[in-house]
């Protein structure tokens, strides 16, 4: 007869995926660190420092806001803040203060995050913001503090110290070796400065100044796309921001967020792709004559193209959406690396894109099975 | 074997069917008072025809026909009325049902035995199969006879006996293919001359190799299919066997093909050959929270909590009971509940087995996007719900949700988008019941 036993109520279905959001987060912490490694090797243990310092900013910062929003504060350790933190760490140059970090992701979390409601909804990349805050914020440290590959094994400077080197030593005509000291798309825009020099000189009659600045282009051009330049770039022999050096490594962790199911290959693909093919189409001084494979190794893409245009929360959610934002992406960085101010795009195109991303999906749904078609 | 064919998107959901696949199908006996539901269909209750006292045999009607989308019910014993009172439901709070203190169980024909269908004509077949008040035994529970018949511009060419048997731990139309396999070939080719269709196929997942074995060897001709969930859905089915889409809105006639269960398959059988309307149903009584899992051919009208007696009462740390599979399935908060023609299943899971995850906000992973077998966007859905923007729920394709659950199953955040989808329904339908 009917027991007095008390059972659960609960909507079906009452069997879940084992997947949790916790998981999810935790998982891209895990494919960060192998780029984590490589920052190490190259720029040093303060490199690790920055970013430890940058977490760990961002989990208290995450941890204060839901103390004060008397929310449960244990979300402050859902691995997403830490996300966060890593993310903008990784967008920074070696040399720069630890200070610039800590306000760095408090602004991220506090207003980017946090502002916004917390996890899930946030409008802008947190990271990417706190990145475009600091750069509004700080210009000077944001774009002086590079450091040389390897160079604090032999420096006898404090290792803890702002250790930034002036790209002015680069003028030269760089080889190999020195393209990896400065960022080597902070060269490409030289080269495509002298270009514009060199017009100018033809338009003041001095062919010869003209060429001169048109063979010097072409020299600095060719020397990056150099097979040495190529392995320097893949093995992360070269100057940039802390994470985005190692593009073997960053690949290691994007192939194991997609083997954990967490990876969404729309987006990173349609971005890269996007990324090489206007490299090559517009990306040389003429027409059809640009190198994609630089333009996908060098600067941030690969590591945007794997952690922050496939940030699940401020992507689109729908199939063609994600390749529509991959393709804007892609189109943004190229034009801003190509003609815009800064020598890279990557962090800007994917904010910008993130400000469109509502707008996508409501236009991107997919057809619903059964609509339209009818009878086979 | 031909290659197993499936349909877009889905998930797989561990199986756990093993607890009870190899238990061959018990016969249990009616117990003492049988509490016969009157709405054991989907479509309006059936209207009671008998009163207390009255002295009713083995397959006598009790309820008789109450409109378009309704059945007949009847008495699965010998035995005498004692009331008729609303009592607590399998799939509703709490519904009429009459119950029956039990003398015998012997009899049961109560219409003439036709030895050859084909001598009867189809719309003899079809009123035959409502008055033995036969209805889907998927889960759904609708009407069969309605399905039967098609509006004369419907050109039907294929009829499609469901086997898949989707929904984890289930393992009843397993065993009733491995066990009775000459009643669902025989239903399905009454079936098939009901409706003049020459196509006929009988879909089973291809986890159940047995299955596929015993009705190919009988010469039915098997659509193997890909384990995935929800392979079983009617539209699914449709797609991964014909490559047809049922339009939205739609029924599968619109493209040509009735689906039919494989339990209501047999059930046809036994109304047609042996003149017994449909009085009991296959039952798995199984998951970790109960002591013994097994199969069971029973009453309607038996209470869960006699199946759970039979298979060794509860596991000490029982959580969650269930009338169906865990995908799908109602949790019940008590088991003094009748079994129904539509109960496939008794689910009695630990809290190992159920899913507890604390609902977090939805992080726009876009996995329930890509498994949602209809291809609408859960996750938009319910967040427009959740806000009570009942035009944009709809918009985004709430009112077509089957709540087979996939998106709940693989949302990383654990939010019940079921839930909240089939509030919106609710709401949507309230709306338009005032403009109307």
């Known amino acids: ?376 | 074997m031909t290659k197993a064919r499936t349909f877009r998107g889905g998930t797989h959901p561990p199986g756990n069917k093993n607890l009870s696949s190899g238990q061959s199908i018990k016969r249990l006996p009616a117990p003492a008072i049988v509490r016969v539901p009157l709405c054991q269909h989907l479509g309006a209750p059936s209207k009671p025809s008998v009163s207390k006292g009255d002295k009713v045999i083995r397959g006598q009607e009790i309820g008789t026909q109450n409109g378009f989308i309704s059945l007949p019910t009847h008495s699965p014993v010998n035995g005498t009325v004692k009331s008729i009172e609303n009592f607590p439901m399998p799939h509703r709070r709490t519904g009429p049902a009459v119950f029956i203190e039990t003398e015998s169980e012997d009899g049961g024909q109560v219409f003439e035995k036709w030895d050859d269908y084909r001598k009867h004509s189809p719309a003899e077949i079809i009123e035959r199969i409502k008055m033995a008040g036969v209805c889907g035994m998927g889960g759904a529970s609708f009407p069969t006879y309605v399905k039967l018949s098609p509006p004369p511009d419907k050109n039907i060419d294929t009829l499609i006996i469901n086997g898949v048997e989707c929904e984890p731990y289930l393992t009843a139309d397993h065993r009733l293919m491995l066990e009775n396999p000459d009643d669902i070939i025989l239903g399905m080719e009454i079936l098939a001359y009901t409706l003049g269709v020459e196509k006929c196929l009988i879909g089973i997942e291809i986890n159940k190799p047995d299955a596929i074995k015993i009705m190919e060897e009988k010469g039915c001709s098997v659509l193997p299919l890909k384990v995935s969930y929800p392979q079983g859905a009617e539209k699914q089915l449709i797609d991964a066997a014909t490559g047809r889409e049922v339009p939205v809105g739609g029924l599968p006639l619109d493209v040509g093909v009735v689906v039919q269960n494989v339990g209501t398959a047999a059930a046809v059988a036994k109304a047609i050959r042996d003149g017994e309307p449909s009085l009991r149903r296959i039952v798995t009584v199984t998951g970790r929270g109960v002591e013994s899992p097994a199969n069971y051919d029973v009453c309607v009208g038996t209470l869960f909590s006699n199946l759970i007696e039979e298979s060794g009462g509860y596991a000490e740390d029982v959580k969650r009971l269930i009338s169906g599979g865990p995908m799908m399935g109602i949790s019940l908060y008590t088991d003094g509940v009748p079994v129904t023609k539509g109960t496939s299943g008794v689910l009695a899971l630990t809290g190992a087995e159920v899913r507890d995850v604390t609902e977090g906000p939805c992080i726009s992973c876009g996995k329930c996007m890509d498994a949602c077998p209809l291809k609408l966007a859960p996750s938009m859905i319910a967040t427009a719900a959740e806000n009570e923007k009942w035009d944009l729920a709809r918009e985004y394709g709430a009112l077509n949700c089957m709540a087979c659950g996939t998106c709940s199953y693989v949302c990383p955040a654990g939010r019940y988008l079921v839930h909240y989808i089939k509030r919106a329904q609710e709401a949507i339908r309230a709306n338009r019941g005032k403009e109307a």
């Not at chain 1, 959001?21 to 040093?44: C, E, N, Q, S």
């Not at chain 1, 110290?161 to 760089?174: D, Q, W």
């Open chain 1, 1 to 376: 007869m009917a027991q007095t036993r008390r059972f659960e109520l609960a909507m079906s279905p009452h069997v879940g995926s084992d997947q949790t959001t916790r998981k999810i987060m935790y998982d891209v912490v895990i494919a960060l660190l192998p780029a984590l490694a490589a920052a190490t090797w190259f720029f040093g243990p303060r490199a690790l420092l920055i970013v430890f310092i940058s977490a760990a900013a961002a989990v208290l910062s995450e941890y204060l806001c839901l103390k004060f929003m008397k929310r449960p504060v244990s979300f402050a350790l859902d691995g997403s803040a830490i996300v966060t933190g890593m993310l903008l760490a990784y967008n920074l140059p070696p040399g720069v203060p630890f200070w610039l970090p800590v306000i760095g992701t408090a602004f991220a979390i506090v207003v980017g995050k946090q502002a916004f409601g917390g996890l899930g909804h946030n409008i802008v990349n947190p990271a990417l913001l706190g990145r475009a805050f600091l750069m509004a914020s700080f210009p000077i440290l944001m774009t002086a503090g590079w450091t040389a590959p390897e160079a604090w094994r032999s420096s006898t400077d404090d290792l803890w110290k702002t250790n930034g080197i002036a790209l002015e030593e680069l003028n030269s005509i760089p080889d190999a070796d020195a393209i990896s000291g400065a960022t080597p798309l902070n060269i490409l825009k030289q080269s495509f400065d002298l270009d514009s020099s060199a017009e100018n000189a033809i338009r003041e009659g001095d062919t010869a100044e003209a060429e001169s600045l048109e063979g010097k282009a072409a020299c600095i051009r060719s020397a990056l796309s150099d097979d040495s330049t190529y392995m320097n770039l893949l093995i992360g022999r070269r100057g940039g921001c802390l994470g985005e050096t190692s593009v073997i490594l960053l690949l290691v962790g994007g192939i194991y967020l997609f083997l954990r199911g967490v990876l969404e290959l729309r987006l990173p693909i349609s971005y890269l792709g996007t990324v090489a093919v206007f490299a090559w189409v517009f990306g040389g001084s003429g027409w059809f004559n640009g190198d994609p494979i630089f333009h996908v190794l060098a600067g941030g893409v690969v590591l945007g193209g794997i952690f922050m245009v496939s940030d699940m929360v401020t992507t689109p959610v729908t199939p063609r959406g994600r390749i529509i934002f991959g393709i804007g992406a892609g189109l943004i960085t190229m034009v801003i690396r190509r003609w815009g101010g800064y020598p890279e795009g990557c962090s800007y195109s994917i904010l910008l894109m993130n400000l469109v991303t509502p707008l996508i999906d409501k236009y991107t749904l997919p057809k619903e099975f059964g609509e339209v078609k009818e009878n086979g």
